[in-house]
Each structure stands twice: as structure tokens, then as C-alpha cells.
């Protein structure tokens, strides 16, 4: 009897092991499109035009929005048609996955790649020295190494806030009438900053092994940029900073929030994680590299609400900006 149970428990095992590898090199090679769904629903069918020049952007969650710096970019170019291929909770390995079908089917004239200082190193290497569960701490290791297991979360994560949002309405958290407050604060953002306490820091500045993580960071993206359908296509590598850099007010309300030892040197216009990127995109003509922090601390200066009190991403006012500073490197 034990020898049958433990057969059946192996063969199970091997079976998930199976289907999980399958799915796991049909995701990476995008054999089906994982993401018809955010596709749809970021490019109305009607906006296809006839001789016009094709741009593709392709981001995480601060492109993925139907009203973001993209719809600024429809706005202001008319002539062109614009495609937004971004996915939320998507970094660099994910972005290279993407990019084999909708590069193909684009085949754009201009290539917009957006990454996020706040977390993308840590999408490669999910250091946790703080406050995690021993679960969660598993689910990243693997995590790390299956890109499916991603997007099964992510869809499963979907599905959970479709079915929570009747019985359990929670404060609207982009709701740019609230105050700042730490109990209110996007409870994902808490958690990651729970997990690793000087995530910010490590990032802006490469320290704590980020430096060696951003080589990684960086032989990806140059992978992507060297695909077959960009091979005479200009790139902009667009950075958007961490709501940190922007402010001392901000760096204060993320110590609140756990984070620890925020130097103001995070602040400064030229930073490791923008510079190390300028030096090895430094002699490649295809690339250009915008780093809207000088204009977003200026706007900050000036009381503008960039980034919304208790999320960590752009408000409609920040979309416009980034979206005008843009326009501005595509005019030139």
C-alpha cells in the first residue's frame, strides 16, 4: 500500500513537473498569446492607420494604464500609430517574452522601452533580508527562475480582485483628494519594502550587490535592443524615477514606511542606476536614454502631485509631463 501511494505521489509530481516545464518554454517563446487580453484593451481596433509611421511601447504597470503618457503621445501625434504593449508587474524577462510577438507584428518605426528605477533590479534578484514569510520566500526563489509561475500569479492575483472588490471595498488608493498615510498606503508596495528595507537605496545607488545584478540588468536589455525587427529602428529608454528622488518630502513618507536610510544623494541628477546605463548605451546611436528627473523634481518644486499619496505610481498629472518630455526627445 505505501509502495502504490508513494508511486502515485511520484508520478503526480512528474506529471506537474512536465506540464509546468511545457508551459514554461511556451511562455518564453510566447508559442500562444499570453497577453491578448491587456493587448485589446490598451489598442482600440479602430486606430490602425494607413502610411503612418508604428510605435511600440512596451513598460510595466507605469504604461499599462489606458490613460497614461501613451494616450498623451496618441494626442500629440496624430500621424502616427501608437502600440501599447506594456504589462503590468513585468521587468526585463518578461519584457523580452512580450517583445517576440509584438515586435513581429508591429515592426515599429520607433521602439519606447520604459523601466522603473523602484524595482526592476529587484525583479532580478529578490533579496529579502527583512520581513517575509517563509512561503512567500519560496514562491520568489522559484519565482526567479520560472517565468510562468509569474504569470500565473499575476493572473490568479487578477482573478482574487475580481471576485474581492464587491464584498471588501478598500479606500481608493489613487484617489488624489486622500492624504499620504501609512496604514492606507498600497499594501503590495508595504510588503516589498517589508521584504527588503533598503530596496530603494540599493537600487538608486548599486549597492548591496545591485551593481552586479544591473550587468545582468543591462546584457538583457542590449539583448532585446538587438533584436531582428529593431535592427534599424531608434530606441528610447525611458527611466522613471522612484517617487523617493523627487522630494525630501517623499524620502521622508517612504521612511515611514519602513524604508531604511534614505540619503539625499538619491536625489541627485546623476546617479549610479541612470549612470551605468548612460555609460554602456554611451557609443550605441540606436539608443537614447531620457531621464525625466530633472523636470519631475522641478514640477515637485512647484506643487505639482507627480505621484499620487498612497500609490506609488504616476498620476494623470505625472503622465503628462513624462508624455511632454517625450514629445520634446522625439522632436529632436
Not at 516545464?21 to 508559442?31: C, F, P
Not at 512567500?136 to 504569470?151: I, P
Not at 531608434?234 to 524615477?241: F, Q
Not at 518644486?301 to 513624462?322: I, K, R, S, V
Request: proline letters at 6%; charged letters at 20%.
Amino acid at each position: 500500500m505505501v509502495k502504490k501511494v508513494t508511486r502515485l505521489v511520484l508520478y503526480i509530481l512528474f506529471l506537474a513537473a512536465t506540464v509546468l516545464g511545457i508551459m514554461e518554454i511556451a511562455y518564453r517563446y510566447q508559442w500562444i498569446d499570453f497577453y491578448s487580453t491587456e493587448w485589446r484593451a490598451l489598442n482600440p481596433a479602430d486606430q490602425a492607420r494607413q502610411s503612418n509611421k508604428k510605435i511600440l511601447v512596451l513598460g510595466d504597470s507605469f504604461s499599462a494604464q489606458p490613460f497614461s503618457y501613451v494616450q498623451v503621445l496618441r494626442d500629440s501625434l496624430p500621424a502616427c500609430t501608437i502600440y501599447n504593449a506594456a504589462v503590468g508587474g513585468t521587468g526585463i524577462q518578461e519584457a523580452t517574452a512580450i517583445a517576440r510577438r509584438r515586435l513581429a507584428a508591429v515592426k515599429p518605426d520607433l521602439f519606447v522601452y520604459q523601466v522603473y528605477v523602484g524595482n526592476d533590479l529587484w525583479d532580478l534578484r529578490k533579496h529579502t533580508p527583512g520581513r517575509v514569510s517563509g512561503l512567500r520566500r519560496l514562491y520568489w526563489w522559484m519565482a526567479e527562475r520560472l517565468l510562468f509561475l509569474r504569470y500565473a500569479n499575476y493572473k490568479s492575483g487578477q482573478l482574487k480582485a475580481l471576485a474581492a472588490a464587491p464584498a471588501t471595498p478598500m479606500p481608493e488608493l489613487k484617489d488624489t483628494s486622500l492624504v499620504f498615510s501609512p496604514e492606507r498606503y498600497s499594501p503590495r508596495e508595504k510588503m516589498l519594502l517589508q521584504a527588503d528595507p533598503g530596496m530603494i537605496r540599493h537600487n538608486i545607488l548599486l549597492s548591496g550587490g545591485r551593481d552586479t545584478d544591473m550587468e545582468d540588468w543591462l546584457t538583457r536589455v542590449e539583448k532585446l535592443f538587438r533584436s531582428p525587427e529593431l535592427e534599424h529602428c531608434p530606441v528610447l529608454l525611458v527611466i522613471v524615477p522612484h517617487c523617493a528622488q523627487t522630494s525630501a518630502q517623499w524620502r521622508a513618507r517612504m521612511e515611514t514606511l519602513g524604508v531604511s536610510d534614505l540619503p539625499p544623494r538619491i536625489s541627485a541628477l546623476s546617479y549610479p542606476f541612470l549612470d551605468r546605463i548612460r555609460s554602456y548605451f554611451g557609443n550605441n546611436k540606436q539608443v537614447r536614454i531620457i531621464s525625466p528627473l530633472p523636470e519631475f523634481q522641478a514640477a515637485a518644486t512647484a506643487g505639482t502631485l507627480l505621484y499620487y499619496e498612497n500609490d506609488p505610481h504616476l498620476t494623470p498629472a505625472g503622465h503628462q509631463l513624462l508624455g511632454e518630455i517625450l514629445l520634446e526627445a522625439m522632436e529632436r
